[in-house]
């Protein structure tokens, strides 16, 4: 049972174009959500994040968004950069209760922006 | 200079045979783990050690032992290899800093050990 998924493998874009990553949910104990980033023969390298006491938090092109109700996250990327190619991963913790760094991780989304 | 470096990078072996894979961190961090991304592409949390202390151990066969000399190094030793053990072995690291939000959810990973059994 994956607690965490993100339902599409991959999405392309044109550059400067909006790339919006999904990712659904289904444990209600999660409180803490962030999204990694890994170019291929790299690890995953950490890109934004929210608490669930918040329904959006923004980073220069990146805007991460939380539904809690609908256990949906998703992040945007406006406008998208070819070097923005990657593979995308969303990831859960139950940070509040237990703050052990343990993370529930999705399949990941790979994004292709095209020039 | 690698933060989190893992070796090898690559691990081809026989089944039945005993390997490690080492990591090593510079962050001055004080939480380490051991990922495995599978072939589904999921990566699922192994280990975890905080000062060469074993917080968290999930579900995973006693043929893996992680071991953590130190607070920069945990290594994964791997008993009597099997097929299913294949993967790519990701080591990370955090700063469980307090007064700080969700430092320990930030981890910084190494670029991956691929295991191959044959």
């Known amino acids: 049972d994956q607690q965490v998924k993100q339902n599409s493998p991959s999405l392309s874009v044109q550059e400067g174009r909006i790339s919006i990553l999904n990712c659904d949910y289904t444990?209600?104990?999660?409180?803490?959500f962030l999204w990694y980033k890994k170019y291929p023969a790299e690890g995953p390298t950490f890109l934004i994040s929210i608490s669930s006491i918040k329904d959006k938090n923004e980073d220069g092109r990146f805007t991460v968004f939380l539904n809690k109700s609908a256990k949906h996250l998703s992040l945007h990327i406006v406008p998208s950069q070819p070097g923005d190619s990657a593979v995308y991963f969303c990831a859960a913790s139950e940070y509040y209760s237990s703050n052990t760094g343990k993370l529930i991780f999705g399949q990941g989304t790979t994004l292709q922006v095209k020039p | 200079d690698t933060a989190v470096s893992q070796t090898p990078k690559y691990l081809v072996t026989q089944m039945g045979n005993d390997k490690s894979i080492k990591c090593e961190q510079n962050?001055?961090?004080?939480?380490m783990y051991w990922y495995k991304q599978d072939s589904k592409k999921f990566l699922k949390i192994m280990f975890s050690?905080?000062?060469?202390?074993?917080?968290i151990n999930e579900t995973v066969p006693n043929r893996f032992s992680p071991k953590s000399p130190d607070k920069a190094h945990l290594n994964l030793h791997i008993n009597s290899l099997e097929l299913g053990d294949s993967a790519v072995y990701f080591c990370?690291?955090?700063?469980?800093?307090?007064?700080?939000?969700?430092?320990?959810?930030?981890?910084?990973f190494g670029s991956g050990t691929q295991l191959s059994v044959l």
């Open positions: 444990n209600s104990m999660f409180d803490y």
């Open positions: 962050l001055g961090h004080d939480t």
């Open positions: 050690y905080n000062n060469k202390e074993l917080i």
């Open positions: 990370a690291s955090s700063h469980s800093g307090v007064g700080t939000v969700a430092t320990n959810e930030k981890l910084f």
